[in-house]
Structures are given as C-alpha cells and as structure tokens.
C-alpha cells in the first residue's frame, strides 16, 4: 500500500498555489481543498475554495467544494442553495450535454440537503436535466426516482421507477 503523505502533499500544493507564477492554477487550490476535506480540516477547507473562487469564479469544480462545505460543515442551507444556483447556471453554461456531471452534482448534494425544499428542487431539476439528455439511462431514471420520493412526489416517483425497470 502507498503511503499517504496528505501533509507533504497540502505543502506541495501550497507552494504551487503560492508561487507567483502558478497563482492562476486554480486545479491547485482545488485538490489541496480536497485533501483539507480528507484530514477533516474544515476551516481550512472552506478558505482554500474561497481562494480559489476568488481566482476563478467559474470552477465547477471548486463550487461544488464549496458547497460540500456550506452543508456538511456549517449547514447553511440558504448559502448552498444560492452556490447551488451559481453551479447549475454554470453547468448549463459550459457542460450543457454533461449528463453524467447532472447526475453526479444532484445525487450528492441531494443526499446532503436533509430535505431542503429549494435543494432538493435544485437537485431535481439537474438530475430531470439528465435524465432529458439520456432518457435511456436507467441510473439517471432511478435517481429521478428517488428524488421524486424525497420530495413526497410518490405517484411520479413510482411511475419513473416503472420506466427505469
């Protein structure tokens, strides 16, 4: 097994996220944000997204980091909703036939929202999105499902669940 030195790593990143010439590489920011999550350094975590953000507003990636954070951490539901807003607008803006991005995005903070009326819409919305691009995909279907069963919408979750069978 290969030894994990999350540590060394987060200084290697710090020093790439530092350095004048590399400020920009958000990428950078991004994974050491990652790992910060890993150790469960929250504070850290949330800070290094922030950087990030700041450098390159548009990173689906570090949003989603963000908002990871927003509610598994600190749980607040309205600045995630809102981040939420900013991620799937940028979605459509440069991943608009990323259905596997859809599906992902609104599984995860799905399962993070603890119902959450204007998440698990968000939420339902993407994965609807998905399930538009790739009707044929009976994981995509069954999430829908789900969701739908989430949002008390029992009728139209059972009738996707046929149409996922």
Same mark, same amino acid.
């Given at each position: 097994?290969?030894?994990?030195?999350?540590?060394?790593? &987060?200084?290697?990143?710090?020093?790439?996220? =530092? /350095? /004048?010439?590399?400020?920009?590489f958000?990428?950078?920011e991004?994974?050491?944000?990652?790992?910060?999550?890993?150790?469960?350094e929250?504070e850290?975590a949330?800070?290094s997204?922030n950087?990030?953000?700041q450098?390159?507003? /548009?990173? =689906?990636e570090? *949003?989603s980091?963000? &908002?990871? =954070?927003?509610?598994?951490k600190?749980?607040?539901?309205?600045?995630?909703?809102?981040?939420?807003?900013?991620?799937i607008d940028? &979605?459509?803006?440069t991943?608009?036939?990323?259905?596997? *991005?859809?599906?992902?995005?609104?599984?995860?903070?799905?399962?993070?929202?603890?119902?959450?009326g204007?998440i698990?819409?968000?939420? *339902?919305a993407?994965?609807?999105?998905?399930?538009? &691009?790739?009707p044929?995909?009976? =994981?995509f279907?069954?999430?829908?499902?789900?969701?739908?069963?989430?949002a008390?919408?029992?009728?139209?979750a059972?009738?996707?669940?046929?149409?996922?069978?």
């Amino acid at each position: 097994m290969r030894s994990k030195d999350f540590k060394g790593a &987060i200084d290697m990143l710090t020093t790439i996220a =530092v /350095n /004048n010439k590399f400020s920009w590489f958000t990428p950078a920011e991004a994974e050491k944000a990652r790992l910060l999550l890993l150790l469960g350094e929250w504070e850290s975590a949330a800070e290094s997204t922030n950087r990030a953000l700041q450098i390159d507003p /548009n990173s =689906v990636e570090v *949003l989603s980091l963000s &908002i990871l =954070v927003l509610l598994a951490k600190d749980s607040k539901y309205s600045a995630a909703s809102t981040r939420l807003g900013e991620l799937i607008d940028l &979605i459509n803006e440069t991943e608009p036939h990323n259905a596997r *991005l859809c599906h992902d995005t609104a599984a995860l903070f799905c399962r993070l929202c603890a119902r959450n009326g204007p998440i698990l819409a968000q939420c *339902l919305a993407l994965i609807t999105k998905a399930t538009q &691009i790739e009707p044929r995909n009976s =994981v995509f279907m069954t999430e829908l499902a789900y969701q739908r069963t989430l949002a008390t919408d029992y009728r139209a979750a059972l009738d996707t669940y046929a149409k996922a069978c």
